[in-house]
């Protein structure tokens, strides 16, 4: 569903969106740091925010370009978070917008802004206006690569994805780009999510769509269980493909949910896989369980569990952990209908230890991509979390990141 | 209030009792491994248990022994936990109980027991027979230096106080032996905590005192956010002392609640302390909060944050993930009234970041003992939760302790 092709071709894959990634100095590194995505042709506009109560300047002045229902384009800088900075922050992030409208004369609540980085640091605006007039001279259909990697900070790579679907006889285009490692967990986590499509949709649908689909792809990821001031997952539709609008929830409403779902879902996975330090990415799949809110909290209180994280990362089949932090999700259980497997292989159930083959489980350990299923024996939903592990690289990654 | 020599005599500082700690091939090490701590005159006895739903076997015996009010003993042992073992670790909990019991000459249901060590696995009941004989026979007013190393597991030193306080004109003797160091969270995590006294009181208000203190000193502890299947904390009041029975919360009650209360604070200053992997013990204050619920809530988001606990690992004030960590924390705040201090020196308030002197506040990151102020300016109520912080150590002891 997602070739390489079009993941270069990422947010600007669609028809009629551009774009850019520049070297403006924010970044100590010297690397790509301001990004501009930009939309002609004036976009639908939907976002979801992070619900972190010290949120970040970008947030609050990026929820009202949301408001206004309308947007063309969307400007981000990683190497500062801008969070914790004040009334100095927000006007910071509001020059921000003011300055890519001028340069792409459009109305300055028409740009989404976007930060991550050090919390507690002011923006050098100085560095960020010839970023962004630069980024700017710089947009083209094939500069989602460099936008990409100008939103990136302990990301190991750049995630990005793109695909396309046919709706009502129109082929519509949907592209991507996504950050994010650490500070990763549910509601939203220092992680940055920009999305294209050329479909031609309602606004209030765009954004009960995207509301809907973040609570069972991004809100479903978790790293450290830390929760970002800055994270944002943003979508423009600009209608370019021309296909008949959606305004209703039928079949073409149908089509562009599943794609716009298939297209987070991708880069959740992505983003648990590239955790900071993380050696290995697990799917946790817990199912029977009474309803959704039980069977995340059970997936969760597992994919939270340092120990749980630490066993992994040892490549030790611990189930003990695992069954442990079912134990005490706060969901109501029964040790004795629950069953825990590894890689498809049951481990527990009954209230104990199962006998494996231990050459079959020693294989499925020294694996990348690991599968836990929690099977809870209570009720008929399931939901799916995905992590990684907790390694020496996390510790070092997290404590060498100085202020 | 708690001398060197006291912490010696331990469990065996209040008159009447008498402990053992010996070697039964348990622990791999091959180190001490069953403990028994013994009265001979009937005491009072209390209890706190995991809220784990995965509680172990010897936690569900030892509910019906605290269940009687009164005992005469505990058992315990470390290298294996007794936990996901279904019935037979059941019979193995009981069988435990009846072992002491015969050699002690007391019910089964005077035996308190306990364990701690790897999960899923049964006890080797031959080695735990010989052993539970062995240490009867080897109980002694000194005994309490090798029952604190039979219980610990991770632990880099067993932990152990003792003190004393007149009531009624009469001298009354506290002492205790705790473990815990990985999987120790709020509501009793693999935790194992031993208090003997000789006052004489009346068993539901030691009940009522324990239930209490610990709220506020062991759950107020978070090394990993794990709970585990094994924790308790049990009383045994023999009475020894010859003070007037304590039979209502009059001011006799009131002096054995803050003796007892400091005894538990302690430990659980310990526990914190000796954290897998730990560096450095971390106080964290949460003042100006509406209620305990929401200071307590606010301390242990910052103190199970893994992006605050690498950053005090790498002695970095990044006070911006603490605040982070404040935000998510699920308690309604006001980021502009709230204040983060570290050492005593403001970092964050009013929104923004503190300037300070770097030279005094690199001094107090280089120390092991670090106080974090979160004042909320919300309310006056207060909480202290105690924690440490995160290293490669703790990945190496968790990701290598094999099953």
């Not at 300047?57 to 947007?71: F, M």
């Not at 024996?377 to 592990?389: E, I, R």
Request: one cysteine or more.
């Amino acid at each position: 569903m997602f070739s390489e092709e079009h993941k270069t071709a990422g947010v600007a894959y669609p028809q009629g969106f551009k774009a850019a990634g520049v070297r403006a100095g924010i970044k100590k590194s010297g690397n790509l740091d301001v990004a501009v995505i930009y939309t002609e042709k004036e976009a639908a506009v939907a976002g979801v925010f992070t619900k972190n109560q010290v949120a970040a300047a970008p947030i609050r002045v990026s929820k009202i370009v949301v408001d206004t229902g309308t947007a063309h384009a969307i400007v981000a800088n990683a190497g500062c978070a801008n969070a914790c900075t004040g009334e100095q922050g927000l006007r910071n992030a509001e020059k921000m917008a003011e300055i890519a409208a001028a340069e792409l004369n459009c109305k300055s609540d028409d740009v989404v802004v976007a930060s991550t980085g050090i919390i507690g640091v002011n923006l050098p605006m100085d560095k960020m206006e010839v970023g962004i007039k630069n980024a700017v001279k710089n947009l083209s259909r094939e500069g989602s690569v460099n936008a990409g990697n100008a939103i990136v900070t302990t990301d190991t790579y750049s995630k990005s994805c793109a695909t396309e679907v046919e709706i009502g006889g129109k082929l519509v285009r949907f592209g991507a780009i996504a950050k994010g490692s650490g500070m990763i967990q549910p509601d939203m986590a220092t992680m940055l999510c920009f999305i294209t499509t050329d479909a031609d949709i309602d606004q209030k649908l765009l954004q009960t769509a995207l509301s809907k689909i973040t609570e069972v792809t991004f809100n479903m990821i978790s790293i450290d269980g830390d929760m970002s001031t800055n994270d944002m997952v943003t979508v423009l539709a600009n209608g370019a493909a021309g296909n008949a609008k959606i305004t209703a929830k039928n079949a073409d409403y149908e089509k562009f949910y599943s794609t716009l779902e298939s297209i987070c879902r991708e880069l959740s996975k992505k983003i648990a896989a590239d955790g900071e330090g993380a050696t290995k990415f697990l799917t946790i799949n817990v199912s029977g369980a009474e309803n959704f809110d039980d069977a995340k909290k059970v997936g969760m209180s597992v994919a939270k569990s340092p120990l749980v994280k630490t066993a992994f990362f040892g490549e030790d089949p611990n189930w003990g952990r695992v069954i442990c932090a079912v134990g005490y999700s706060g969901v109501k259980i029964n040790p004795s209908s629950t069953v825990v497997k590894f890689g498809g292989i049951e481990v527990y159930a009954h209230g104990v230890g199962v006998q494996y083959d231990e050459g079959t489980l020693k294989k499925i350990m020294a694996a990348h991509d690991i599968a836990i299923d929690i099977e809870l024996g209570l009720g008929n939903t399931s939901a799916t979390v995905w992590s990684c592990d907790f390694s020496y690289e996390y510790v070092k990654i997290n404590g060498e990141y100085h202020t």
